[in-house]
């Protein structure tokens, strides 16, 4: 028996996209489950693209970073319950923030290595319903009973509740390693590599205002399906201003000098679900779809935010793409005034301000702002954690299609656990 001939990398092409408006925490969306958001979003990418017949993708993939134990399986029940066939395997990925991208990668890669020829992909994360967890002598209490053989047994473990043991646990936007919140985490960065108030402002207002003008003039109008009667992001705020925007007290980075983040210049706690259409040039063509985009290039990183140079900036937790970008565009030859568009996930402004200055650092060129994040990004649309990166790679594959070839797009998505996933689309 000859031995088989190692997979050929193949192009793998972004068809489209699909989401729902992404709504601000406790509001239109607060009895969605991550499910009901995917499903809509998935039945939006069904429709638009004709994906109810049998086998029309072979896999989807897709995570929340905020699950509840119903989300077991959370992938492959939402195909359960959406019109994609119902054979199509699914399976769950958690990467954080950069869920989303991540899941998109694991699908092209199978792609690319010819093991399937359409996949869908992307997350859902509902801030709003987050689960909340036993305290932790409650649920020692309560298997106790379980294993008890008598009554008197049982009677005896339940006689050790205490009122206390019932209070439950509110799950924490903090990194176990140091107990500190995302914000307070990117306050130290920020002054680390000293990110002023008005610079967030500016950055702040541009996203919103670029996204109101994105919505003006159609660009979502083949992105974005309607969810319990929001057509658009809630968090959207058209006339938003530097100057209003000022008048807002800080709320990160207090203990510190002059604190400069605000809910402003960060992005608030969102619900949301995003999904991406990969597959290889064949199925593209033989469907007479014109790809958006082609994915690629893409890179992964961390930082020890726990025991490295924080202070200093070089491993603040955000900081990761700030390693992974010049890797990525190392190994493909590649400089930053290669890409026509960069689209940097606006977990906080002072994030994305000093990732631009520790890519200057390391002797990359300087991002030209109109080039950044044209279309609005997180600071503007909402984060719903597991959602961002395919809502990026949508937009930025639009984005693409609108100019003549060959240009470029650059992704750079921060994640917790001092993380980063970066990704490279090109229009050829």
């Keep these: 028996m000859s031995p088989l001939e190692p997979p050929r990398g193949r192009r793998v092409a972004v068809i489209g996209g699909s989401r729902v408006p992404f709504a ?74 950069g869920t989303g991208l991540q899941a998109v990668i694991a699908a092209a890669n199978k792609i690319a290595l010819g093991q399937t020829e359409a996949a869908v992909a992307g997350g859902a994360d509902t801030a709003s319903d987050a689960p909340l ?3 932790d002598r409650l649920r020692r209490i309560l298997l106790e009973t379980r294993r008890a ?19 439950p646990e509110i799950p924490r936007n903090a990194e176990p390693r140091t107990g500190l919140s995302m914000g307070e985490h990117a306050a130290v960065t920020g002054r680390a590599w000293g990110i002023g108030r008005e610079a967030q402002d500016e950055l702040a207002a541009t996203s919103h205002q670029r996204l109101a003008a994105a919505y003006e003039r159609g660009f979502f109008q083949d992105l974005v399906v309607p969810f319990r009667g929001l057509t658009r992001d809630q968090n959207l705020r058209p006339g938003c201003t530097v100057e209003q925007l000022a008048a807002l007290k800080p709320v990160f980075g207090l203990a510190g000098p002059e604190p400069t983040m605000t809910a402003g210049n960060s992005t608030p706690l969102t619900d949301g679900a995003a999904l991406v259409l990969l597959a290889s040039e064949e199925w593209a063509r033989q469907r007479g779809l014109e790809p958006l985009a082609w994915l690629t290039a893409y890179e992964t990183a961390a930082v020890d935010f726990v025991h490295g140079d924080a202070a200093g900036g070089a491993d603040g937790l955000l900081m990761a793409p700030a390693h992974a970008v010049p890797r990525m565009l190392e190994r493909a030859g590649l400089g930053l005034a290669d890409f026509a568009l960069v689209e940097i996930h606006e977990a906080f402004a002072s994030q994305v301000l000093a990732t631009l200055a520790a890519w200057e650092k390391r002797g ?56 980063g996933v970066t990704a490279v689309l090109e229009r050829t």
């Design 24 to 97: 601000r925490a406790d509001g239109p969306y607060a009895t969605a489950s991550n499910q009901e958001m995917l499903t809509a979003a998935l039945d939006g990418l069904v429709e638009r693209y004709g994906l109810d017949g049998p086998g029309a993708v072979g896999e989807f993939v897709a995570g929340a970073v905020l699950k509840h134990s119903r989300d077991f399986n959370l992938a492959r029940e939402t195909v359960l319950g959406s019109a994609l066939d119902a054979r199509t395997p699914a399976y769950d990925i958690q990467q954080a923030c």
């Design 133 to 135: 967890g036993l305290d």
């Design 149 to 167: 053989k008598t009554a008197g047994g049982r009677l005896r473990a339940l006689a050790k509740l205490r009122p206390g043991h019932l209070v």
């Design 364 to 419: 990359l060129a300087p991002v030209d702002r109109a080039r950044l994040n044209v279309a609005g990004s997180s600071l503007a649309t909402g984060h719903p954690f597991a959602a961002t990166g395919a809502r990026i790679v949508a937009t930025l594959a639009t984005l693409l299609s609108e100019r003549e070839g060959p240009v470029r797009g650059l992704i750079s998505v921060c994640a917790a656990g001092g993380q």
